[in-house]
């Protein structure tokens, strides 16, 4: 069977949804269906709306590449014009119809993939709420194709909840969901529930093991003055307002006086950030401690490290991130918002987004036990292997496919 995937990004760009297309694309192309993604030349978000700035051009891409089996083209990302973007996306879209339309946009991707929708039996578009979900619908079924989506829909967010994104997964041929709070919730804004499908999110297990721990350990104590017995916990993730990762800092600020706790902060910064964290005092750096974008490993070896990882978030599809804990064995901290309780269930804490208090008082709460924190990491881990792996989540993705 042909398909083509259509997306925003492609890793090596970071983030949920571009991890899910990878996989999933993977191994359908393992199973032997011939895959082709069409994607944007751009890695980070930034790039949405702008030349990236010199320091932030680390990776470049050719317009063809083969990802195990998976035959991956992209497109050049076309810039917004300032007034075209205020008056035409902002104000007649925006506030006037209501269609989000903000980009990223390629006028290349969108006058050449019709070749490729033509050539396919599946259409598959990632990520509302973006606009290429729109432009291939429309080439999908003008040339009498299948289309399934895979929304990663945030319940609550603005740019989601928009009358056009639910006409447009209410006439795709099936939609993906990743947990079963997202079936629920879409079904209960009039989605048919025979065409919602729960595939999960998944992890590799065997691409977190440590590797040369005790020197990673060593090399850390040694650089940020590490005492024996400072309470390590962890944030992985874009450092965007909607992860709470201010909120965080916040609350880690009012708990250095009552715990030894020193904070990792890991991934990609956004301008708001910056300027948060370095509004801090060298003392409060020195317990918060930020670490930009990890290698793979090095992340996997601080995961290991940590009693605890924390995303005070307030939209996650999923939080894959939470997988990636639980299979190092650390249990993990979330919030009562969205999908997340049901996917974190008894293997970690909960409390509420944006409530700094509430944020402190599971801090205080999770490391008030070690013996607990170890058993709940080692019970993330049991569920990881025996439901959220790629091998698992890939069969259901490729039977929703085939009865379609």
């Known amino acids: 069977m042909r398909m083509v995937h259509v997306i925003q990004r492609y890793p090596p760009a970071v ?8 996989e999933i694309c993977r191994y359908l192309a393992q199973k032997g269906h011939c895959i082709r993604v069409l994607t944007l030349n751009i890695n980070r978000e930034e790039e949405f709306s702008r030349e990236p700035f010199d320091h932030e051009r680390t990776i470049a891409f050719g317009k063809m590449m083969l990802d195990r089996g998976v035959w991956v083209r992209r497109y050049r990302r076309s810039l917004p014009i300032p007034v075209i973007s205020f008056f035409v996306y902002r104000l007649l879209f925006d506030k006037l119809f209501n269609f989000y339309f903000a980009g990223p946009h390629s006028v290349e991707m969108y006058g050449r993939m019709w070749r490729e929708i033509r050539a396919a039996d599946v259409v598959f578009l990632h990520t509302l709420p973006y606009s290429h ?16 989506i895979v929304p990663h829909f945030h319940p609550g967010h603005p740019h989601y909840e928009r009358k056009s994104h639910y006409w447009l997964l209410t006439n795709c041929d099936a939609v993906l969901a990743v947990s079963e709070f997202e079936k629920q919730y879409l079904e209960s804004r009039s989605l048919q529930p025979e065409k919602v499908f729960v595939t999960g999110n ?12 005790e020197d990673f350990k060593a090399r850390l104590h040694a650089k940020y003055s590490l005492l024996p017995g400072d309470r390590l916990i962890i944030f992985i993730g874009r450092k965007t307002q909607y992860k709470g990762v201010g909120h965080l800092i916040h609350a880690v600020k009012d708990l250095m006086d009552k715990l030894p706790i020193r904070l990792f902060l890991v991934g990609p910064a956004f301008e708001w950030y910056h300027d948060l964290y370095n509004a801090l005092s060298q003392e409060e750096k020195s317990r918060i401690i930020e670490m930009g974008v990890l290698s793979h490993q090095e992340k996997v070896n601080l995961l290991h490290m940590s009693e605890l990882l924390v995303l005070p978030s307030q939209f996650e599809a999923f939080g894959i991130v939470f997988l990636e804990a639980w299979i190092c064995g650390t249990p993990v901290l979330g919030t009562t918002e969205g999908a997340m309780p049901g996917v974190v269930g008894n293997e970690g804490f909960l409390c509420r987004f944006g409530d700094v208090e509430s944020l402190k008082t599971a801090l205080m709460d999770a490391l008030s036990d070690k013996e607990r924190l170890k058993e709940m990491g080692a019970r993330g881990r049991a569920k990881v292997l025996e439901r959220y792996t790629w091998l698992r989540i890939g069969a259901k993705v490729q039977e929703v496919v085939e009865k379609t």
Do not use: M, R
């Open 202 to 213: 998944a992890i590799h297990p065997e691409e977190f093991l440590p590797k040369d721990l």
């Open 133 to 148: 979900n729109y432009v291939a619908f429309a080439l999908a079924k003008l040339f009498e194709k299948k289309v399934v």
């Open 15 to 22: 983030g949920g949804s571009e991890t899910w297309c990878q």
